[in-house]
């Protein structure tokens, strides 16, 4: 939520276009927040951070190994994404593969925040779990919560991986010297 705010204030009119939704979207956020964890995060994370990026790291390191893993991730949503109305914002190749491109941006980006997060919480995969639902629950609810005239789905998804989530991987790894925590996930698992 904190990152969905700093990337939407920055859109030109976005602070003109703010308001406080109803006292009542507390509760839809946090039982929206609730069934997500218990939906697609928790099945999503058990295959991803329990399964795959522990095996990636060891195998390629981390920073090659989210490379990896943020690949397959963004390939894994090509069904959902082409079979869904989100997806198909139009008619020729390029008014939909470039949306799913800037997607799977997002989602590249946020595979290397959720590997930092997983080193360094020891690989806690109720974290990412608790991450994952909270980004999703953010896409969905956020936009035409606090920012109904500005809502167009289309653009505030693809928002963050132009200005969210890509820029953060990047501090992340420079940060971490393309370490992404790993050391501390290595010394703590020993």
């Known amino acids: 939520p904190i990152l969905f705010f700093i990337t939407v204030i920055s859109m030109p009119g976005a602070s003109a276009a703010f308001q406080l939704p109803a006292p009542s979207f507390i509760w839809t956020y946090l039982s929206a927040l609730a069934l997500g964890f218990f939906g697609s995060a928790i ?10 990026l522990p095996r990636l790291q060891e195998r390629y390191g981390p920073l090659f190994g989210t490379l990896i893993l943020g690949v397959l991730w963004a390939i894994w949503y090509i069904p959902s994404w082409f079979l869904t109305p989100r997806g198909v914002q139009g008619n ?29 919480s020891n690989g806690n995969l109720f974290l990412s779990i608790l991450f994952h639902a909270s980004l999703n629950i953010t896409f969905s609810k956020f936009p035409s919560a606090f920012f109904p005239s500005l809502f167009e789905p289309d653009t505030f998804t693809h928002l963050f991986s132009k200005i969210g989530f890509l820029p953060v991987a990047i501090f ?19």
Do not use: C, D, H
């Open 172 to 190: 992340v790894i420079i940060l971490t010297k393309g370490r992404l925590g790993y050391e501390y996930y290595q010394e703590n698992r020993a």
């Open 92 to 120: 020729t190749l390029i008014e939909i593969g470039v949306p799913f491109l800037q997607y799977a941006g997002s989602v590249l980006g946020s595979a290397f925040i959720y590997t930092w997060l997983f080193n360094r």
């Open 43 to 52: 099945i999503e994370e058990l295959g991803w951070r329990g399964f795959a």
